[in-house]
């Protein structure tokens, strides 16, 4: 490529990319207002008349028990391979025995909760987006509002409280799970008995370990509600845009989720955990 | 007669573009006020500002001695409980049957029990032609029944004003001949009050009693339907005589 051309083509390039990352940056700006704003419409409309509880339990029971499959099988292979890989590890530095303390610990801080919410984000998030979405744009919610009702009461409080109930609860059978497969990972194949791995779980873990990793759930429950139902009552553009904000929202929780984590441990470390 | 609904000088704007520019319009009991233009003139914008699903840039819109235009979300549930709105496609609740379709505005805005609610269903669906089909999902109707499922939900209230957007827009003639048929009976059952947005200019002459032509984003003409068949306005009778989407292209002079 000669000189004169390559001076035409990296403008052009270069006007793309900063165009590009303007859309980017006012899409964010955009949705960093509109969630905001939900927020607030949600805390203002929570508490007064009429409230939908059974359409609240449904949604509980909806996206708890449904959730129940992918969260058992990912958490007792989450726990089995940290302690097969904890305990072939260690076992080189002769610390084999430190595996239910690591293992206990990094389940209820980390692996549980991140686990949990990633994947139930990406079931229930994508769920929620494209639902309300697809009413969006068949005109369902204009009909909610113009029969005198409200859609954020109606569909989207419903389903924030069901995301902030079901998280934590999925996340301590996560826990469980995730415990119960380490255990037995760690007496089959590394010859650590259930009573030694249940008394050293029991002597590490303290009760912060368990409510910080409750408290980040409950962060990443509520921003993945808000922000799927943010995203769906604002889908525009047929099922094609139903299909955009589907995918949207995977990814927008998955992000949120991995970067808010290393802030929440951080602000857990500084503030719960005990400085050594 | 009584004036129900009075627009003044209403405008919309959507990003660049002035949809409205000083809309005025009123509605009388008890009259049924067809309003016809081209495809994007901002028919249906008139329709969701009157019932408060857009807000307009300036204006009134005073029904009842209130000017509801921008009024907050919370009283608009009580305005919208007097103003039912028809949508294009029904805009049924595809998670509810036809009965809890039917039944959502009572659920909501009546201490009826259940069994008074059942029956208040089932008149309103006999009045419509659909008995029977309570437990049929909105995906197994037909797209009439859909469209008059849609009207029975948006008049099973009692509302004062009906809000008609494009109702017979995609119908094949028998199917738009039933729903016209059902609106009549309602009519003449219940004195319906309504505006009647339509490109179905045969339709809005069986129905209505006055018409306003929407163009260039004003009001053109508001008259009785004798008086628009009949004049001789190049603009009004290129509405009247051919379909309004090539009326719209039709470059005629104001006089």
Redesign the interface.
Known sequence: MTTSSLNRVIPQLSEKLAARLGFHILATIRFAGGFGLLSFQILREIFYP?YYFRLTIEQILFIGVRSILLVSVTALATGSVMALQFGYGLARFGGKLYVPKVVALTILREMGPVFTSLLVAGRVGSGIASEIG??KV???I?????????PIKRLVIPRVIACLVAFPILTLFADYIGLCGAMAVSMKELSIGNEYFIAKAIETLRSYDLFTGMAKTTVFAFFVSVAACWKGLNTEGGTQGVGESTTWIVVTSSIFIMISDFFLTKFFILTVYPKY | MEILLDIKDLHKTFGNKHVLQGISLSLRKGEILGLFGGSGTGKSVIL?TI???EGPDAGEIVFRDQNIANLP?RQM??V??KI??V???G????SLNVEENLA??LI??TKLNPTEIHDRVNRMLALIDMVGTNHLYPNELSGGMQKRAGLA??IILGPEIILFDEPTAGLDPVNTRRLLENIKRLRAERGITGIFVTHDIPSAFAIADRIAILYERKIYIVDSVENIKNSSDPLVQSFVSKPPEASETVNVRRK
């Open positions: 009429p697809s009413m068949t005109q369902q204009d009909a909610i509002r113009a029969l005198g009702t409200s | 969701r019932i408060g699903l979300e549930i009580e919208r409980k039912g709105y949508f294009q496609n805009a049924l609740f595809d959502y505005p909501e805005h939900r948006a």
